[in-house]
């Protein structure tokens, strides 16, 4: 039970090191609270398609680590409790 610990540990290690990396290489939104309170309307083609773009991609990706992120989180404190 310790080895997988162990390398629970060392993967939840790489995978705070990875989200770090992601947020770091997005780009700041300028619109802010203020856009989702007046309502931005942007219906253009770069809007409906910016999953394909880097930014999305990037976005994605830091998406899909802080879901692995909160998981290992719980198994480690689920399995350090026994």
Do not use: H, P
Not at 28 to 41: D, L, P, Q, T, Y
Not at 46 to 69: A, C, H, P, W
């Amino acid at each position: 039970m310790e080895q997988v610990m162990n390398i629970l540990t060392i993967v939840y290690a790489l995978c705070c090191i990875v989200i770090i990396v992601l947020v770091l290489l997005q780009k700041s939104e300028k619109g802010g609270a203020s856009e989702s309170i007046v309502g931005g309307s942007r219906s253009n083609f770069y809007e409906k398609n910016k999953g394909r773009t880097k930014e999305g991609k990037l976005k994605n990706y830091t998406i899909f680590f802080s879901v692995i992120f909160v998981i290992l989180t719980v198994v480690l404190t689920v399995l350090n409790m026994r």
